[in-house]
């Protein structure tokens, strides 16, 4: 049982590490689509030096993200990854809506394996608090043993204090095999014995050592769920404020399309100049990166939130399993 028990939590930290490769892979992934959407902005106005200058630096990013998400995904020279340039969808919008902290908590007590490594531990520390309580009682063991003999020699009968006796001389070794084979002679013996410890200070010693490593694992576990707690609340309070900031930076993309509306109209009238219409467009262009890397750090913030709550891999499509127990996700 605890070899199994000890299998299974180096399940738990592989799948622990697994969701942080995971977590990881998917913060590049929308800082690349971060980048791309932006460069997509500062391409629409590349009339302005300072707009081009802003995509050239773009592109340096785009290419930086898109080699640290390859470096991730462990693309080596010749694999068609390594060679391609990856491409990333538009940005979703911030849409999803942010779970209750309550049913985050059950879903995270639930599926996260550092959870469950520690309670695997603790079960591994009652099996051994058991066993050293054992060796603290008397010991009554029952011993049996069955064998042959092999005899050798002649029966040469001798009178002995008036009674005869039957006396054997020395033999050949494959004289005595064989009469062995053969069940010639055979004993057999059985018995009970008994150990009483006398104080036994080492084993009472091992017994309390164990109960306080038992203690020490309890707090360890409640230490964790009150990490597990912060983070939560932490990923939640996160999640709702890069929803703000997206719904922000919409109503600067708003203003800002209205304001450059109105310069267009200004200007066919004669009452505006293009140097007001290039301003105009690049604050457009600024709003939109705004709301670019808003709706980025939202999706980011829901990785977290995902990780936290120990479904990141499942959202996904990712699932494990040992060779003996199906587990999806963290099981």
């Not at 590490?17 to 590049?28: C, G, M």
């Not at 390594?82 to 849409?95: G, I, K, N, V």
């Amino acid at each position: 049982m605890t070899a199994k028990n000890r299998v299974e939590m180096a399940f738990m930290a592989y799948t622990g590490a697994a969701r942080d490769l995971a977590q990881q892979i998917e913060y590049l992934y929308y800082d690349l689509s971060k980048a791309e959407a932006v460069l997509g902005f500062h391409l629409e106005s590349v009339e302005l030096a300072e707009e081009l200058k802003a995509a050239n630096q773009q592109r340096y990013d785009n290419g930086m993200a898109s080699n640290r998400l390859k470096n991730l995904l462990e693309a080596e020279p010749g694999d068609p990854l390594f060679d391609s340039e990856l491409r990333t969808l538009p940005l979703p919008p911030a849409s999803v809506p942010c779970p209750l902290f309550e049913k985050a908590l059950e879903i995270a007590l639930e599926k996260r394996s550092d959870l469950k490594e520690m309670r695997i531990a603790l079960e591994n520390q009652d099996l051994t608090i058991a066993y050293l309580e054992n060796q603290k009682l008397p010991r009554l063991d029952f011993i049996a043993s069955a064998g042959l003999n092999g005899l050798s020699g002649e029966d040469d009968p001798a009178n002995l204090f008036g009674r005869t006796q039957g006396s054997y001389h020395d033999g050949s070794y494959a004289r005595s095999f064989s009469r062995m084979l053969e069940a010639d002679g055979y004993q057999w013996a059985a018995g009970l014995q008994l150990e009483y410890p006398i104080g036994n200070r080492a084993a009472h010693s091992r017994y309390v050592r164990s109960k306080y490593e038992k203690r020490r694992l309890n707090n360890l576990m409640q230490r964790l769920k009150g990490q597990i707690r912060t983070e939560l609340r932490n990923g939640i309070v996160a999640v709702e404020r890069s929803r703000e900031r997206v719904e922000e930076a919409l109503r600067f993309i708003a203003l800002a399309q209205e304001t450059l509306d109105q310069e267009n109209e200004l200007l066919n009238e004669g009452l505006s100049t293009t140097f007001k219409i290039l301003s105009h467009q690049e604050k457009l262009v600024a709003a939109r990166v705004r709301h670019a890397s808003a709706l980025a750090d939202f999706q980011k913030s829901l990785v977290g939130l995902y990780r936290a709550t120990g479904e990141n891999l499942e959202r996904r499509g990712i699932f494990f399993q040992t060779a003996a127990t199906p587990f999806s996700g963290d099981d």
